[in-house]
Nanobody, 118 residues
Framework: QVQLVESGGGLVQPGGSLRLSCAAS????????MGWYRQAPGNQRELVAI???????TYADFLKGRFTISRDNPKNTVYLQMNSLKSEDTAVYYC????????????WGKGTLVTVSS
């Protein structure tokens, strides 16, 4: 019932910036939180950042202040501003929406590839 459409991925040089967007449609009124996960080949999927419906953000420790998550509620869109990108940030980034009603459930986007390379 919830569709997540990601955009903004691509190739960027080390030290550069990129902004990811994720637009939610459908039964988005039941979404408790939205965020971003990433997975590189051979690695486990890991949380990058998540933001609650009230706008409270949570970040992974490895970000060290480089990323910022934000939300535009009228547009049902969440953003991830990525600055000072490093090669180790290269991964597929997945948008995630967490629902608690009518039941606990996760929705996932198809993922967008971020490649940090010169």
């Amino acid at each position: 019932q919830v569709q997540l459409v990601e955009s903004g991925g691509g190739l960027v040089q080390p030290g550069g910036s990129l902004r990811l967007s994720c637009a939610a449609s459908g039964s988005s009124d039941s979404i408790a939180a939205m965020g971003w996960y990433r997975q590189a080949p051979g690695n486990q999927r890991e949380l990058v950042a998540i933001i609650s419906s009230g706008g409270s953000p949570t970040y992974a420790d490895f970000l060290k202040g480089r990323f910022t998550i934000s939300r535009d509620n009228p547009k049902n869109t969440v953003y991830l501003q990525m600055n000072s990108l490093k090669s180790e940030d290269t991964a597929v980034y997945y948008c995630n929406a967490k629902m608690r009603w009518p039941r606990d459930m996760d929705y996932w986007g198809k993922g967008t590839l971020v490649t940090v390379s010169s």
